[in-house]
Antibody, heavy 119, light 107 residues
């Protein structure tokens, strides 16, 4: 069955970068978009952007432009989200979600990866 | 950015109650509106897309309606497993934005 499994929790210092992975299984990885959504502690959901695993094309929320990079490795059905120049405001759970189209319809989600930014 | 505003922010209800959650967009989004359910410590679960289409496997007690700027999610008879936070999300344009959430608690 379809599944997205994300990498584990990370603790980073301000100014550092973090890379979160999202490994897909049970479906054709290149047939679906991967979106990234984050959730700060006790807060709502925030969309960050998507990657098309087939083409490698990306679309980022303007808020994260210049700081976020989404990539993929089709040989291992894995998508990555790298966020640089971290601040405490980036402390959040980061989710990947699968969607059949560029517009987010997240039918399958990863379990989430907690990123803590602290000095 | 399109702002999505949900009301109420929280509600208390009993098992068997009919529950309605409202989501309003700051501009018309046609029917590009999705609903999710999230339980503590878990990823969101996809419930409804294009305002009223039930995702496969979602119980029929969930329904959605609306278009333009005003949308509703209705749970016809609240079940114990439905106590959670519900989010609306617009996919009309970038950035795709979520409402702030509505927490459904046990009365």
């Amino acid at each position: 069955q379809e599944q997205l499994v994300q990498s584990g929790a990370e603790v980073k210092k301000p100014g550092a970068s973090v890379r979160v992975s999202c490994k897909a299984s049970g479906y054709t990885f290149t047939g679906f978009y991967i979106h990234w959504v984050r959730q700060a502690p006790g807060q709502g959901l925030e969309w960050m952007g998507w990657i098309n695993p087939y083409s490698g094309g990306t679309n980022y929320a303007q808020k994260f432009q210049g700081r976020v990079t989404m990539t993929r490795d089709t040989s291992i059905s894995t998508a990555y989200m790298e966020l640089s120049r971290l601040t405490s405001d980036d402390t959040a759970v980061y989710f990947c979600a699968r969607s059949t189209i560029a517009a987010l319809r997240g039918d399958y989600w990863g379990q989430g990866s907690l990123v803590i930014v602290s000095s | 950015d399109i702002q999505m505003t949900q009301s109420p922010s929280s509600l208390s209800a009993s098992v068997g109650d009919r529950v309605t959650i409202t989501c309003r967009a700051s501009q018309s989004i046609s029917s590009y509106l999705n609903w999710y359910q999230q339980k503590p410590g878990k990823a969101p679960k996809f419930l409804i897309y294009t305002a009223s289409t039930l995702q496969s496997g979602v119980p029929s007690r969930f329904s959605g309606s609306g278009s333009g700027t005003d949308f509703t999610l209705t749970i016809s008879s609240l079940q114990p497993e439905d106590f959670a936070t519900y989010y609306c999300q617009q996919s009309y344009n970038i950035p795709q934005t979520f409402g702030q959430g509505t927490k459904v608690e046990i009365k």
